[in-house]
């Protein structure tokens, strides 16, 4: 009951009901806060004090620190410490304050995401983890005693039987893989079962079979057989086989299918933890049932009196009437499962007052992702699109393309004749550069046998044996065996004549120029705070 309900109640919380939600959220929370800031915000400001702020916005220490301590190993020595690592920091924050302010935040597929990040997040927390990973060690010692621990590898002879197979098509089916059978009997070795294979079988490949990945009649037979054991014709729901094991594999490490056994393991295991869970967090909000109120309900089937209290709030029988309408069930079940919802509800919305790491986590989540977001939009895209800028940038900034060593533009002419060639090069010098490969291809090319064989582009030394040896003046290069008679069109530059040769790079340096603009004008306008008593306590406290 309990990880059912958990599932159901994480993808309403992030789907169609995420608006209903998030309300009910921040009503709850605005009265916790109030409850809190009477109760020890004081001591709570003391352990996690105030930063910066940041145009208005607080930041507190730990989500400075968990920043930090998250790109520390990452840093280039200038950022290496905290105070260093401020700029950078504010940066960000501004950034994804520029994406907030632009709406990007609202969108219902980004809250979505979000809220299905943290519902991913939020399940460990409202299950018990210690009875969760019992289980499923329990689970796991049952597979390892069982003789279907493990894996086996295995190739079939498999003939695909529908359910309203007719007698006649069926007993032809038994017919044939009987005969093959026997002809396997005769001739055994892997040779022989692979052409069986290729030649009689609707599946070809060979498969890892796992504890509950195929019916249990597939694996009553593979789990049984030694490697290199061949079965003998049996049927599943699906056809009829003959299979062989090629390798077995024994059970991993618990540590390393713990996660899966986790996932496939019986509902009634799963559930126990989600149960243990509940019943701690009930002692902890003290949970006090009614008995007078659960005894009308469960004797008439509605009540308007008290059920239970939960952290000091009455929860009525009006309350379960809105849930058990949602909830077709007995009265009994329906209560059950309204005490379990409600409770994990409660700790739903106290999560990050009692985790901090599933705060930081959540914030850094919908941040990075907002990052994301507003950078696509400000830089990558028009970096990608806007030729003009492109084109002045590097204009503005040639001499930073120049090359450490000139190179060789134009063409090599590989001909059949000398004769050729000489008057390949002649009638390209005629011609701008952009248009010789088709004047090579439409006058010396045209026939049935090429007269020339052409390379176009930017060489540097090394780049082409035959620009080396005309024009850097390398070692002597080997002729083409069918076009033995080479000669080279251009000139030696020192730098490209046009971004489109060096877009790659340039669209990489104009990023990071918009990236800076980006950055200076968010800090034109930003107010920022920073408290540099507390900012010497960071990582020590």
Not at 29 to 53: E, T, Y
Request: hydrophobic share 40%; net charge positive.
């Amino acid at each position: 009951m309990g990880i059912l309900f958990l599932k159901l109640y994480l993808c309403a919380v992030s789907a169609f009901d995420f608006v209903r939600f998030f309300k009910k959220v921040i009503m709850i929370k605005s009265c916790l806060a109030v409850i809190f800031l009477w109760l020890g915000w004081n001591v709570f400001a003391q352990q996690d004090p105030v930063l910066m702020r940041i145009n208005g916005k607080d930041v507190l220490r730990s989500e400075f620190e968990y920043s930090y301590n998250r790109d520390k190993s990452l840093l280039a020595l200038k950022h290496a410490t905290p105070g260093k690592y401020v700029e950078h920091f504010v940066n960000f924050k501004l950034k994804v304050g520029d994406a907030e302010a632009a709406g990007l935040d609202t969108a219902f597929a980004f809250r979505e995401e979000v809220e299905n990040y943290r519902a991913r997040l939020v399940e460990s927390y409202l299950t018990d983890t210690v009875e969760a990973d019992a289980a499923a060690r329990r689970w796991y010692d049952r597979m390892k005693a069982h003789h279907r621990g493990g894996q086996v590898r295995v190739r079939h002879i498999f003939k695909y039987l529908p359910q309203n197979v007719s007698g006649d098509a069926l007993r032809d089916a038994v017919a044939r893989m009987d005969s093959i059978h026997e002809y396997l009997r005769k001739n055994p070795g892997d040779n022989a079962f692979n052409a069986c294979v290729e030649r009689f079988s609707d599946e070809k490949r060979s498969l890892w079979v796992s504890w509950l990945q195929m019916p249990v009649e597939f694996e009553d037979v593979a789990f049984e057989l030694p490697v290199g054991g061949v079965s003998q014709p049996f049927f599943t729901p699906q056809g009829i086989h003959i299979v062989k094991v090629l390798e077995r594999r024994e059970l991993p490490p618990f540590e390393k299918v713990k996660d899966e056994i986790m996932a496939r393991q019986s509902r009634h295991e799963a559930d126990r933890g989600v149960e243990v869970q509940v019943e701690k967090l009930k002692k902890e909000y003290r949970y006090t049932p009614d008995k007078a109120g659960v005894d009308e309900l469960t004797n008439s089937g509605h009540t308007s009196r008290t059920l239970f209290t939960l952290a000091g709030r009455s929860y009525t029988g009006t309350d379960f009437a809105r849930f058990a309408a949602a909830y077709p069930a007995g009265v009994r079940k329906q209560l059950d499962v309204f005490i379990v919802k409600t409770v994990l509800d409660y700790e739903n919305t106290c999560l990050e007052q009692k985790y901090p790491d599933l705060r930081c986590l959540v914030q850094d989540y919908k941040e990075q992702a907002l990052l994301k977001k507003i950078i696509d939009k400000e830089i990558c895209k028009r970096a990608a699109t806007d030729e003009a800028g492109l084109k002045a940038y590097f204009e503005k900034h040639r001499s930073d393309y120049q090359w450490e060593e000139r190179r060789y533009r134009g063409i090599v002419l590989h001909g059949v004749s000398k004769r050729v060639v000489k008057q390949a090069r002649k009638f390209l010098k005629s011609l701008p550069e952009e248009e010789w490969k088709d004047a090579i291809r439409l006058t010396f090319n045209a026939g049935a046998q090429p007269q020339i064989q052409a390379e176009q582009g930017v060489f540097a030394p090394g780049d082409n044996a035959y620009v080396d040896d005309l024009v850097f003046k390398g070692k002597d290069a080997t002729p083409l065996v069918s076009f033995p008679f080479t000669a080279v069109l251009g000139k030696k530059v020192k730098g490209p004549d046009d971004y489109q040769e060096v877009k790659d790079r340039l669209v990489a340096d104009y990023q990071t120029y918009l990236d800076g603009r980006w950055v200076d004008r968010l800090r034109s306008s930003a107010k920022v705070e920073i408290n540099q008593e507390v900012l010497k306590t960071v990582n020590n406290h």
